[in-house]
Every structure is written in structure tokens, then in C-alpha cells.
């Protein structure tokens, strides 16, 4: 589901952020499912002697994701316009090309509200047969990081590959 701040956005004058973001099943290329950390901190049973390691707290890691460029750009387009809604990032104080409601005056390196900008982001995992055994449901997740892209003449035969970090609250496996 897109988040609240995706609707009615646009880049540049052009809807295709609004056009995007209803349809947003995208085919990944790689995806690192989340994983669990547990923080631990060191201490003695008795005071003294032998330590042993006490779990104190949990997080949960990022994920990864790779998808393959389309021919318009809309898929970058898309994912650096969330970006930017979380938070302006292009510095520019009029004429930003991000715009939210018409209003292309956004303030510039200002953060949007959480709940405004977080979405559910569902992970649904093929075997060779078509079925999806594995299902992963992100909860209050969002874009925190778009890799650099590279560009070179001698590559014009291979797809763009665009890499974006994501991070979430919490998660479900399989529901």
C-alpha cells in the first residue's frame, strides 16, 4: 500500500509518481529477507568468575532490494520521490520538482511525520511452480537508503539494476 504522502505526488509536473504508486507490485530481482539481532551484554553470574552473555534488547535488520530499471525511469522516479517526501533532500526552496498536493513550495531539508510516510511493503517469494510458500509483510517500512546507480557506454546491453534499502518497525513471516 502506498503511504499517504505518495498520494497526489508528482516529479517535475508529471503524474507518474500518482500512476506508480497505485499499482505497486514490482518484480524484484534480490531481496534479503529481515533478520533478528539480539543485543547482549557481558556478565558475571556471581559477581565474579565466569561470564556469560545476557540479552538486554532486539532489533531487527534492514533489507535489501534490487529491482530492474523500466524504460521511463518511473520505478527510480518512484523511489526517489519517497525519498524525498521523507525528507527533502534537493535543498531547493521554490520549484522543487518533488510536489504533495499541487504545492511545489515543500520546505527544504525538513522531515515528514512517520505515520505519514510509512507504508506496508508485502515480500511474496516464488518456487519454480508459481506457488508463494513464503510471504513477509513489512510494517511502518521506508525507504532509507537509494544506492548510486552506474552508467557506462560499454554496459548499454545490460538492464539498470536499482538498489534500495528498507527499513520497518516489525514484521511478519507468512502472516
Known amino acids: 500500500t502506498p503511504p499517504p504522502v505518495m498520494t497526489g505526488a508528482s516529479v517535475g509536473g508529471s503524474s ?3 500512476g506508480v504508486s497505485k499499482d505497486l507490485m514490482f518484480r524484484c530481482a534480490n531481496a534479503t529477507l529481515p533478520g533478528i539481532a539480539l543485543r547482549t551484554v557481558d556478565s558475571n553470574r556471581f559477581g565474579i568468575g565466569v561470564q556469560e552473555k545476557m540479552v ?3 532489533n531487527y535488520t534492514d533489507i535489501d532490494l534490487t529491482f530492474y530499471a523500466d524504460r521511463k525511469g518511473d520505478l527510480y522516479t518512484f523511489w526517489y520521490a519517497w525519498m524525498n517526501l521523507v525528507f ?3 535543498g531547493l ?3 522543487n520538482p518533488v510536489t504533495v498536493g499541487g504545492n511545489p513550495n515543500k520546505p527544504f531539508y525538513t522531515a515528514e511525520y512517520k505515520d505519514n510516510y510509512a507504508a506496508t511493503i508485502a515480500i511474496n517469494v516464488y518456487d519454480t511452480q508459481g506457488l508463494n510458500p513464503i ?3 513489512l510494517r511502518k517500512a521506508y525507504p532509507v537508503t537509494i544506492n548510486d546507480v552506474a552508467l557506462s557506454w ?3 546491453n545490460n538492464l539498470i539494476k536499482l538498489n534500495t534499502q528498507i527499513t520497518f518497525r516489525e514484521w511478519d513471516l507468512n502472516n
Do not use: Y
Open 56 to 58: 538486554f534488547t532486539g
Open 16 to 18: 507518474t509518481i500518482l
Open 88 to 90: 527533502s533532500t534537493n
Open 93 to 95: 526552496e521554490f520549484n
Open 135 to 137: 510471504k513477509v509483510t
Open 154 to 156: 560499454t554496459d548499454n
